[in-house]
């Protein structure tokens, strides 16, 4: 089902002093920026590596306000780690797969995510308790 780990989504309170971090510590490049008013969230790409069907990235995520997913995230949780994406063939697809074993959707269709992909969000309490997020990246 799964092509590749897509991302590593990282909440943060300042993406600029994150992305100063992580490219200084594990000299990794920024690829893509962008402000998704739907998420919520100021985003930042950093490129690992490339794996079948699209790229592999850290992707830091700063909340655009204190009620959207990673601003309550970090209230309750600080800073740290906030859902994995797994890379997906097609993602209309993998939503029905995994829906049809009780996982529950926190989609009903595909969104726009980063870099012009297609994504979808898994209840993380059906996925022990890991928030997961399903990623067909944009023809190249
Ligand atoms: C909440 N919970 C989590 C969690 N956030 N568990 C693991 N990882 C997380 N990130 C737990 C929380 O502790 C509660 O458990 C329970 O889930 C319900 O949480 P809640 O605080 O009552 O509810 P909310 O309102 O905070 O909603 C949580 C969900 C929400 C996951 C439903 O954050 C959501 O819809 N997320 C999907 C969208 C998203 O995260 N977008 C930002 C990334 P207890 O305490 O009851 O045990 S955007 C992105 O990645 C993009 C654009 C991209 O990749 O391109
Ligand atoms: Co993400």
């Known amino acids: ?10 909440a943060c309170r300042d993406l600029e002093e994150k992305i100063e971090l992580f ?7 920024v690829v ?3 402000v998704n ?4 969230v100021k985003e930042a790409m950093l490129h690992i590596a490339d794996g079948e069907g699209g790229g592999s990235y850290i992707q830091l995520l700063e909340p655009l306000s204190d009620d959207s997913p990673v601003g309550k995230f970090l209230a309750k949780r ?12 097609d993602v209309a697809d993998a939503m029905s797969q995994i829906s049809e074993k009780g996982v529950r959707l926190l989609d009903e269709r595909p969104r726009h995510g980063s870099m012009g992909s297609e994504i979808a969000f898994l ?9 997961t997020e ?3 990246a ?3």
């Open 32 to 34: 893509a920026r962008e």
């Open 23 to 29: 490219s200084r510590l594990f000299e990794l490049e």
């Open 78 to 89: 600080g800073e740290g780690v906030h859902h994995v994406a797994f890379g997906v063939p």
């Open 138 to 140: 944009a023809k190249r």
């Open 123 to 131: 209840h993380p309490k059906d996925v022990g308790g890991m928030l």
């Open 134 to 136: 399903l990623v067909q």
């Open 37 to 40: 008013e739907e998420q919520g």
């Open 1 to 10: 089902m799964f092509l590749r780990i897509d991302h590593i989504g990282i």
